[in-house]
């Protein structure tokens, strides 16, 4: 504790040359500190009512400080943008979703958000609409989504220390719900007929492996091992950033055998000697041309997952292959049908036969 000075002020008010400050000590993080808090060039009696107004935290050993200069929003979503980039593979997406926060928020007091101002900042997006559909509401994994990314803006800004608490804490989700289109063998073998060429070899890849669009476009030849049947993706070709196998069936190892290398281009995939870049419209065209309804090339992954399911294979074998990290999200793209539960009552009327059968032959003996 400090003690009166020269000046025979009480006990934590000090003097010098630039005026009046607070000075003690206390404990934090098992050590002693001293802290100091300015005051300024003000009269005596003032610098004492402040002393006075801060003796209950200086006894709880709170840690007096001057006020500090608020951040703003943008200076917080700027700071995400820079961990976003230096640690996302999905960096174009949050510079996309920052963007529109940056106009609504503006350069407001981060400390200043509050869950009213968050919901009229998503009640403005669902008025926006998707880009690509005008006029449509956005879905819920879309909003939630981009209040994961405020979420983390905010979150980085108290692990910085910019803020003291969360502002927004008690945003509540929106219901997500998740597509349940798979392909019957029926439907895939017509996608395929009506596929143009440069895109069969994509979309069966996409079917029976369950590999993401983006690992499937820029898939290379280093990575594909006729020899030892297996692809293998490196942690910066995955969107999970880790490591993963895909083994290859005879008609992978065929399939890659009859594609033609194209001299120059690492890629194994190309459309007139250069690497593929989008697909949406040829595969909009195939599925318009097979008859297919509300099918979307990344449900092809769903369709992998559900019939690896169905053949059998765990659930941990086929999140080795499709590079799920979480059961949750893993359950999303299992799609339980009717077959499904129709076999499995099937199963459970045979096990109740069975045991009726067993105890009806007891009773005979």
Not at 184 to 206: G, S
Request: proline residues 4%.
């Amino acid at each position: 504790m400090s003690k009166p000075n020269v000046h025979g002020l009480p006990p934590h008010l000090r003097k010098d040359g630039q005026g009046y400050f607070l000075d003690y000590f206390i404990q934090e993080e098992g050590l002693t500190k001293r802290k100091r808090a300015r005051l300024g060039q003000i009269p005596l009696v003032q610098a004492k009512k402040i002393l006075a107004r801060h003796l209950e935290a200086i006894a709880e050993r709170k840690f007096l400080a001057p006020e500090k200069p608020k951040a703003s929003f943008s200076e917080a979503a700027d700071s995400f943008l820079a961990y976003s980039r230096a640690r996302k593979k999905s960096y174009a997406q949050d510079e996309r979703v920052v963007a529109g926060m940056k106009a609504f928020f503006g350069d407001r007091a981060l400390d200043s958000l509050t869950p009213d101002l968050v919901e009229e900042y998503l009640a403005h997006r669902n008025k926006q609409g998707h880009q690509r559909r005008p006029g449509g509401s956005l879905s819920g994994c879309t909003l939630n989504r981009e209040v994961a990314c405020l979420k983390t803006i905010v979150n980085r800004a108290i692990l910085n220390r910019k803020i003291d608490r969360n502002p927004i804490q008690g945003i509540r989700r929106f219901k997500e719900y998740s597509r349940n289109r798979t392909l019957t063998q029926e439907e895939f073998q017509e996608l395929l007929r009506n596929c143009a060429v440069h895109l069969q070899p994509l979309v069966k890849l996409a079917y029976l492996t369950g590999m993401r669009y983006g690992e499937i476009r820029g898939l290379r030849w280093d990575q594909v091992d006729l020899k030892n049947r297996v692809i293998t993706l490196e942690a910066a070709d995955t969107k999970t950033q880790e490591k993963r196998e895909i083994p290859l069936a005879d008609t992978f190892v065929q399939l890659f055998q009859r594609i033609p290398q194209t001299l120059g281009c690492p890629n194994v995939f190309t459309y007139m000697g250069q690497p593929i870049g989008t697909i949406k419209t040829a595969f909009t065209m195939a599925c318009r041309r097979a008859g297919i309804k509300d099918f979307r090339f990344h449900d092809l992954r769903h369709c992998a997952v559900t019939n690896l399911r169905k053949a059998g294979v765990s659930d941990s074998v086929i999140m080795s292959i499709s590079g799920h990290k979480t059961d949750a999200v893993f359950r999303k793209y299992d799609r339980v049908d009717r077959d499904d539960r129709k076999n499995a009552l099937q199963r459970v009327e045979s096990l109740i036969d069975t045991g009726m059968t067993l105890v009806e032959n007891h009773a005979a003996l």
